[in-house]
């Protein structure tokens, strides 16, 4: 039966559903019609935000936080910078409140009240500030497009960090992963959902419904995001799976559009091949950890017929570090021998020569173990971010793939290198313990044998 | 179709789904099967937790969470009393980060990095330790069941007031409005949440549930409550509505199951009659004020024939209050006149006898207004809850009614006394920020009416 | 989020939301206001239906027939029984066509052509009647209502027993399994269905809301409905299920609300212990054979630890027949010894004695035994309908079982007598068309064996 | 949360959920495994017809009804045919009964006993099948493509008239107007239904996902379907709706993808621009008529500004029918003026050049409205099907838009001619009536007016 868009929309509330927005922000401010500036400006939007933290603000919390978010998205750029920057001064903690909770805990520092009173104290107004504006229809949907638009301004701005910081504090807490729910995202989805997914794939861009119905409709493939209530049409995260009989080691196969799909109950293995998040403004609040083990889980109850669980990833670091490795002419990460070879991956059509292709192979494979093995950056890391996140969250190295991906960016970012990564979670608790205690990287004996002996 | 079990139940995550949940955190405490203490202990549990802050926390924290909750709930009371115990004292923030942020902050205490600093250093460990433990399936449920024990304990061991404390800041941010959805309760919601209704009622006790459906079904009749994504058959609040002609001044005519309804579009008004809170894990965390508040707005949309917006309360105070002034022979705030009218009260059927009880209106509704708009307690606050709730809202006190409530109960606690307290969108912010401020009653003119003169 | 009123009622069709309907149906008579009769009467009602006929009809079909439904339920039984006869005198097949059709079929009797015509000709016009007024919204709920008026007629008028034939006719297609759907009904459907179940009930009366819940949330208890798109709130036959260890033999056990529920997965056994229809409207339209096949189905598939399926069935024929018997000195079907021993049954209070219960074993079970096995009725069919459904169904008589039920209701009628019919899907094909060709009862072991030697 | 697959998926009934059907259908007629022809032929899809209305078919008549769909599904074309010619032959009327019917009938001709069985006796066999037949999961669309795929043979195989006859008696009975639901297709919409709508847009072809976002995101745009319950993702017929101010006169500028769209509530017309009907096994069940009327009663019930529904509808007849008189010399429908100007219409590129298009104007609408208003085919109806189509449901020729859809098909069809038809429920009833009994066309009085006068 159709819904009338009056039962779609929220009713307004305390007022009328066609007055503008910004227009109830100078209401809100006193202003009679025809007075005050043209717009809200910085300094009005940080009044709002200090009427939304006072006493009246207790009784109609949710206009006042409805009209300050509506005017700060209609406000200019500038101004919007502007808000942001009180925001970073005028609502940090209360100095005299601090000044005097440190009082009371010096005189007794073990008493936990006063402990508690200086936390309380320390704790910047903006904290508050910003779960007000939660209280505000589409809240938290504007909260994280405000956070965006301040991480863009970071870099320039750097005082704007501890803003950030409360943000990240708040929605850590918000988006706590017991406030997910998982979905599945397939072909019976909403249009509104799907070009989404089109939109945010980072991964192996989609090209048209077609390659997404490809990837959502056909047996052996499946989708699922981890969605938040306030957000109800953005997924945050999603992953795409394919299932298969062994471990794929390229990924034009999966992607193909005239490949056979075969039945699930068929497979024995599901690839992760995408993992994409879509919230900038989310940067930093971590899903991907639990998505891929919670759909390993649920793919384990559903289909007990697989029982391999894999990714197949990019390796975006590699061919970075190899061209600075061949530069260095002292590198000890590779040998003469694998230098001289090395020559070929000049010829931009290397990969289309099967014999150069497969004299490549073997030098390849070795720098990659040692990429992943051996190699570290300044701060002691791995290089490569994808396997900080994939040994990070309690994976193993399973295997390394030769021409995995020869699309122009697999090319220029891997030489065509693509890796597996393994699920086993029966390992993943010591696994990532060693990587996040000791930089212990788990590795197969495949990978492992792929290093290059000691030269002679 | 019908849903299997399978799929309405969550599957469980790295395990066997029968395993026992105390079992599992056995085994994740190192104990072989046989082996250690028999029932799971306040120490194992407080081990669990400084597991799950831990590093190994991070790669399985929906596990250890999992565990730890299950053990909790599954362990007796002194144990679970033990562990709250531990919260309090082993997981209060970091006392050497703290010395040191102190440090740093007095060093130069106007970098807001250092406040941010102490700020942080001053959290209790335990807050990250609950939004940890909410990553569990069922987690949010069973932190507010734990608040609920917790709160049993707060009269016996103050030191507990700090965990509170902690619960309640948390609660305060995961359970803000903008994260609530309202909905309609009627006759067609689940039985599930409808036994709930009947339970938790805590204004005029609903009998059973053919007295429920007088409340839900009929054309005039009204129930909405908030509930959270996480807790989805709990309402967290509900309020039962009658739509009527007219202001009604007793509630025994609203809940007649005789009467006859009248159809929506022939109401003027509309009645907050039942307005209770559910979950004691809760406390503290207004909902009321929001719920009132939305439902006038949304009445007022789909309903636009509703113009006023009233309740009929309860006085919960007022018996109470009277008997303690006509013991205090010097009261000023009773008159010798209403004092000796006062006596026909001592009568336990006065109000069956029609000439009685009208002899004591007019006395009675004086030392109402008096008790409202005069009578202060230690604290200087309104005596009534009820009207500091409503009032605090930023309603206003409309009219006094005599016989309002003459059941057993409305007669013990008011001598039958109802008022009404109205909603009227466009004064409550006024209202609020009066009594909030200077403690200013909103009061309707037949209100401050019948006030007694000044004594001669 | 609350739906309005509004959003949730059919808008009127072509008209005013609250003209009275069957002022409506005036109008559309061609009345003006003021004039006509006072109230719809029988031949207005024929004249709607004669006007949704016609080309009119065709138009506004929608309108009438929501016009004419509305005046239906608004007039006087009189006026209403007037209507049914009218459908049954007025609107049957049209003479003239069935004439002109049976010349030229009698012209060309080998046409195909001639005997469809003559097919259609023969159509009573009150099926397209009755199919026109299931245009309008509701219509379908109203017709079943219309037939349930009906069939409470036929006795005193036995030509309505044309108009009952085409409502069975057209009821059986429009309530053809293919359009039905199987829903759960648990502790989380919503109240106006469960009001309906403890209404409907129909073998072991539901006392109340606690009865009913025992029966719906435990673990080891389900129930199913078949439900119609038109009928949303109304489950139209529904069956109550128990999981249990072992083929139960009373009914005691099953309803006791203090018996401990077992775990799903720990039952071998499905017990189809009530099944109620609850349409009258609906009499003659086959349920119970399909729904007690598709749950059979879905159990097996939801838990395969549950191999067998039997039902625990009144056998609501016995005692009547059995007295019958005894009455008659010459029965052959009983013995005399048994006659003998069914003396004891005269005591009122017979079963509570456990030596007197014991001796009436054998006697009674042999009883039972020929009762299903060897009675006839005159019709040469089965005496008890409850064995007739469930062996036309195709069951298996598994076991008889004395003292099942000594409710007031079980000894009346079966003295106690309650027996189990096997669902073995493998055999019920089999054992259907013995039953229906040449009337095999389809019995196990155990019961052949009860039947009584023969008498030397 | 994920449903498995197991959950979306009915389970198998009586089997192996991976048997192959057509397997099932081999051992319901009796097969061992390698016995019997390789594929199931005709013979035995009667076979199993004839099974499915046997006594055993009562008993498991869904499994039947299943494995005869799937095979007949898998059979070849021929096989497929042969069954279908098989209905024709095999399973009309059983000639016996309607002999002995047709006996008691001319006995009593007056007893409407003996018309109602000479009714049963005459319905055709095949009846029964199909109803039996949609016990099946999924049965309805079976029997809706096995229809498709008749009436692709009816040209040539003239005797599948009556069996279509029944397929079409049935259909009419199943997909009745009170068993449709209306529902919006929207952009949250599942992608598997609006691919449909991209696939069976029948008027104006939806070039891309764009051109549907296009049609259906903006404020201004509505689109509606009926569903059928079992049809669940099937969208029978839909109507494409534009919201407009004022009627507009050609479809390019509704259909650009760059126009601004305007706030449903200031709209003050709807325009039915694209009706689109989906299964061609419906053919001859008639929803268009319905859906029109409803969504006109729902737009007025959501959206009270918008007072004026019209259609802005393609004249495909009119360019033929032009041609035609064009050639007839002698014909007296246009005038010797009109034919001159017509000329010009032979240039291909006229309606690029304004001045043309403008000569071109008074002589085409001229045309126009002498072929609407007097020009009939040999059946005496009107020439144009989309004017018989919303003139038969009561609506009235509104508006003659020159140029109204200059696209290549435009042209072609009719010289870029667009008509608006209007409907006006208050008039809708005596509009058919005029055109159904007398073949009045109901038309404004500019159409009208554009009627060349009489020559001189």
Known sequence: MPKTEQSQRRPAFLGDLFESLTERGRRLLGW??????????????????ER?????????????????LAAFEDA???????????????????AKAVKSALGAFQASPDAPEAME?????????????????????????ALVRMREELLRHLRDHPDLRRVDHDFAHLFASWFNRGFLGLRNIDWNTPASILEKIIRYEAVHAIQNWDDLRNRLQPTDRRCYGFFHPQLVDEPLIFVEVALTR??????????????????ADEADTAVFYSISNTQRGL???????????????????????????????????FATWLAAQRKDE???????????AFAALDRPDW??????????????????????????????????????????????LERLNHMGDVSANGLRQSHGLMVNYLYDLGQIEANHEGFAERGHVAASDSVKAALPGPRS
């Open 351 to 396: 990969y289309e020569d099967a014999a150069t292709a497969e004299q490549l192979r073997a030098p390849l494979l070795a720098a990659a173990a040692t990429y992943f093995l051996r190699a570290r950056d300044k701060g002691k890391r791995m290089v490569d971010p994808v396997a900080r996140f994939h040994l990070g969250n309690g994976a193993r």
């Open 76 to 94: 200019d750029p500038a101004a919007r910078l502007a808000f942001l920057q009180a925001l970073a001064d005028g609502f940090g903690p209360d």
């Open 117 to 141: 009173a200086l936390h309380s104290a320390a704790e910047p107004r903006r904290q508050e500030l910003l779960r007000r504006l939660n209280l505000a229809p589409g809240g938290t949907a």
């Open 52 to 68: 939304l933290l006072s006493r009246r603000g207790e009784a109609s919390g949710v206009v006042i936080a409805r009209a300050l």
């Open 283 to 317: 940067a930093g609040v971590s899903f991907g950890n639990f998505l891929i083990k919670q759909v390993v889980e649920d793919l384990k109850t559903e289909r007990p017929n697989i029982r391999t669980f894999v990714t197949l990833s990019p390796v975006p670091g």
């Open 330 to 340: 002292i590198s000890a990460l590779i040998s003469p021998d694998q230098r001289l």
């Open 246 to 263: 062994a471990i794929p080691d390229n990924v034009a196969e999966l992607l193909d559009l005239s490949r056979a799909p075969i039945r």
């Open 32 to 49: 009679r019609e025809g007075t005050g500036p043209d717009a809200i400006q910085a300094p009005d939007l940080s009044e709002l935000g």
